[in-house]
């Protein structure tokens, strides 16, 4: 898990080691965002690997995630993500534009963007 370096808070920008904080910033309750040693990752994910994958789902893209083992198997983890996105073209007219897109979420788990970071929390958690 080399390529998980810790955090960095959303308002101040303090930046926490994985063991100093969890869930927020104790300063000032931000969000805090995970830093990823990309480098690292540089060294060892190749974009048309991700892009070849057989793996229609988040863990596609599990090269870049701050996890190394996705532990899904067996439960509704392994399905999270690689939902459809359509193209109105009425609804982009009605709301005059020239070009529009919307992802449907609705075939996740729980039918939310959210169940992205919930796997991979759970996955970190086990």
């Known amino acids: 898990m080399t390529k998980f370096l810790g955090y960095k808070c959303s ?16 300063k000032d309750g931000g969000v805090l965002d995970v830093i990823l040693d990309f480098d690292a ?32 198997q067996g439960t509704s983890l392994r399905s ?7 193209a109105p073209p009425l609804l982009a007219k009605s709301l005059n534009m020239s070009q529009l897109w ?4 609705s075939p996740n788990p729980t039918a939310s963007f959210k169940d992205r970071a919930s796997a991979v929390l759970v996955t970190r958690a086990q």
């Open 41 to 72: 990752i540089k060294k060892t994910a190749d974009p048309r690997d991700i892009q070849t994958s057989p793996d229609f789902s988040i863990w596609r893209y599990l090269p870049l995630l701050p996890v190394s083992d996705p532990g899904h």
């Open 102 to 105: 919307v992802k449907d979420e």
């Open 11 to 26: 308002v101040c920008g303090q930046e926490y080691k994985p063991d100093e904080v969890t869930y927020v910033c104790p």
């Open 80 to 86: 999270v993500g690689w939902t459809p996105v359509y």
